[in-house]
């Protein structure tokens, strides 16, 4: 008798469950949105399949009136994809100090631009960007909610809901778009805030997956609306510090060009209590702060407040390769210099560059978090200290602040390079 043939054989290793996508985004925003549509229409990236998942519809946001800030940099990226046909151009950047010397000017023509960026709302951005990608070969999972990933050796399984019903979904890669993506089960029947007491479980998740965050709380609200003004500069765009922070004001157009979007930043306290005054006394506050520049503050709306932090992955990548953070779900920054959204931008776009040259693998979001970093760095960097450096109330700092603006004016070569940094970026 053959021993051999009596020795049972080993079972046969089972065969891998077949990928329901090769890259999953979720998060639909605009960020999102850009990168399922580069992918689309790019030939080396067209045959991958590509979902896009979200818990909200896009016409949900199709009212939202919130002012976006693009750079120039951020249109010619996305004008080949989607524009909005009222975006405002802004031609000219006044940069000042309430109450002390200092101010610096960048204006479009220094650079041959037509612009040096754009306000648009972010209703229009979001309904631009989801009618160039309906109609795509793009797999878009709407009202589906994204659990907390599992990553494979060769992909990740996502746990998704929609309508109730849970299921699994299999991706080479996962694109984190939404800054939201860990959401425990116990937080699906909460009330009121969905992502209230989630937090400690979404920070234990993304360590678990390799996320490490640099955060800092700046001890500022923003508040935020739309404003109009009796004098109106048209195409200017104001960025005013003052002693409790800084205040920008975007143009947006409106009836000659008289309609602003405001972003005040102050004091916690000061945000809550303005937030509750009534239209008048506002109006009068913010008068008082920003100057005469365009006259009279006449009207406001859309009044709206958020606490101001840093919140920025250290690496693009986690989840042993698997896993790459664009746009809110990467970093969130001060609004003080306008970067979050381009930033984002800048991200996604290099992310889909990778992803034509190595296909959906762990070699593209390496080659795509080598080549992000600087850029990153030097954005971060600088908007996290341009917040700190333009909200201290000290008066010596105050007087270095003057000269700074002011040797910008004397020192063409370094504007020119600030400037750039802030419309463009950094290429690798």
Same mark, same amino acid.
């Given at each position: 008798?053959?021993?051999?043939?009596?020795?049972?054989?080993?079972?046969?290793?089972?065969?891998?469950?077949?990928?329901?996508?090769?890259?999953?985004?979720?998060?639909? /925003?605009?960020?999102?949105?850009?990168?399922?549509?580069?992918?689309?229409?790019?030939?080396?990236? &067209?045959?991958?399949?590509?979902?896009?998942? @979200?818990?909200?519809?896009?016409?949900?946001? !199709?009212?939202?009136?919130?002012?976006?800030?693009? &750079?120039?940099?951020?249109?010619? *990226?996305?004008?080949?994809?989607?524009?909005?046909?009222?975006?405002?151009?802004?031609?000219?950047?006044?940069? &000042?100090?309430?109450?002390?010397?200092?101010?610096?000017?960048?204006?479009?023509?220094?650079?041959?631009?037509?612009?040096?960026?754009?306000?648009?709302?972010?209703?229009?951005?979001?309904? &631009?960007?989801?009618?160039?990608?309906?109609?795509?070969?793009?797999?878009?999972?709407?009202?589906?909610?994204? *659990?907390?990933?599992? +990553?494979?050796?060769?992909? +990740?399984?996502?746990?998704?809901?929609?309508?109730?019903?849970?299921?699994?979904?299999?991706?080479?890669?996962?694109?984190?778009?939404? /800054? /939201?993506?860990?959401?425990?089960?116990?937080?699906?029947?909460? =009330?009121?805030?969905?992502?209230?007491? !989630?937090?400690?479980?979404?920070?234990?998740?993304?360590?678990?997956?390799?996320?490490?965050?640099?955060?800092?709380?700046?001890?500022?609200? !923003?508040?935020?609306?739309?404003?109009?003004?009796?004098?109106?500069?048209?195409?200017?765009?104001?960025?005013?510090?003052?002693?409790?922070?800084?205040?920008?004001?975007?143009?947006?157009?409106?009836?000659?060009?008289?309609?602003?979007?405001?972003?005040?930043?102050?004091?916690?306290?000061?945000?809550?209590?303005?937030?509750?005054?009534?239209?008048?006394?506002?109006? #009068?506050?913010? @008068?008082?702060?920003? /100057?005469?520049?365009?006259?009279?503050?006449?009207?406001? =709306?859309?009044? #709206?407040?958020?606490?101001?932090?840093?919140?920025?992955? @250290?690496?693009?990548?986690?989840?042993?390769?698997?896993?790459?953070?664009?746009?809110?779900?990467?970093?969130?920054? =001060?609004?003080?210099?306008?970067?979050?959204?381009? *930033?984002?931008?800048?991200?996604? =776009?290099?992310?889909?560059? #990778?992803?034509?040259?190595?296909? !959906?693998?762990?070699?593209? *979001?390496?080659?795509?978090?080598?080549?992000?970093?600087?850029?990153?760095?030097?954005?971060?960097?600088?908007?996290?200290?341009?917040?700190?450096?333009?909200?201290?109330?000290?008066?010596?700092?105050?007087?270095?602040?003057?000269?700074?603006?002011?040797?910008?004016?004397?020192?063409?070569?370094?504007?020119?390079?600030?400037?750039?940094?802030?419309?463009?970026?950094?290429?690798?």
């Amino acid at each position: 008798m053959n021993a051999a043939a009596d020795t049972p054989e080993a079972p046969a290793p089972a065969p891998a469950a077949p990928f329901d996508y090769d890259i999953a985004i979720v998060g639909a /925003g605009p960020v999102g949105m850009a990168l399922a549509g580069w992918l689309t229409r790019r030939s080396a990236t &067209s045959t991958l399949s590509v979902a896009l998942i @979200d818990a909200r519809e896009p016409e949900d946001s !199709a009212g939202d009136p919130r002012a976006i800030a693009v &750079s120039q940099g951020s249109r010619t *990226l996305l004008e080949a994809l989607a524009w909005p046909h009222d975006a405002t151009a802004i031609e000219r950047i006044h940069v &000042s100090q309430r109450g002390h010397f200092g101010r610096t000017l960048i204006d479009r023509h220094d650079y041959d631009l037509p612009a040096l960026g754009y306000v648009a709302r972010y209703g229009a951005i979001v309904q &631009s960007l989801a009618q160039a990608v309906r109609g795509t070969p793009v797999h878009w999972l709407h009202r589906t909610e994204a *659990l907390d990933p599992v +990553v494979e050796d060769d992909g +990740v399984t996502l746990p998704v809901i929609t309508a109730g019903i849970e299921r699994r979904l299999r991706t080479r890669i996962l694109v984190n778009a939404e /800054g /939201g993506l860990y959401r425990p089960r116990s937080d699906r029947a909460a =009330h009121g805030d969905p992502d209230a007491g !989630a937090h400690a479980a979404r920070e234990a998740a993304a360590e678990e997956n390799g996320e490490t965050r640099r955060t800092r709380d700046y001890g500022q609200t !923003a508040l935020v609306g739309v404003v109009t003004v009796s004098a109106p500069q048209p195409h200017v765009a104001w960025e005013r510090f003052t002693r409790e922070g800084p205040i920008a004001l975007l143009p947006m157009g409106g009836v000659c060009g008289a309609d602003y979007a405001l972003v005040w930043c102050s004091s916690p306290d000061q945000a809550e209590r303005r937030a509750q005054l009534s239209d008048s006394a506002f109006l #009068a506050e913010l @008068d008082a702060a920003f /100057g005469s520049r365009m006259g009279r503050f006449t009207q406001v =709306h859309g009044r #709206a407040a958020f606490p101001l932090g840093l919140s920025a992955l @250290d690496t693009l990548v986690s989840g042993h390769g698997r896993i790459a953070a664009v746009g809110n779900a990467a970093q969130t920054l =001060h609004p003080v210099a306008g970067q979050g959204l381009n *930033l984002g931008l800048r991200d996604a =776009h290099a992310l889909a560059d #990778a992803f034509a040259q190595h296909g !959906a693998s762990p070699l593209a *979001l390496a080659d795509f978090a080598r080549r992000r970093a600087f850029d990153r760095r030097m954005t971060i960097g600088a908007t996290d200290t341009l917040a700190r450096l333009f909200t201290v109330d000290f008066a010596p700092l105050a007087t270095l602040r003057g000269l700074a603006l002011t040797a910008l004016e004397f020192a063409p070569p370094v504007k020119t390079a600030l400037a750039r940094q802030m419309m463009f970026g950094q290429r690798t």
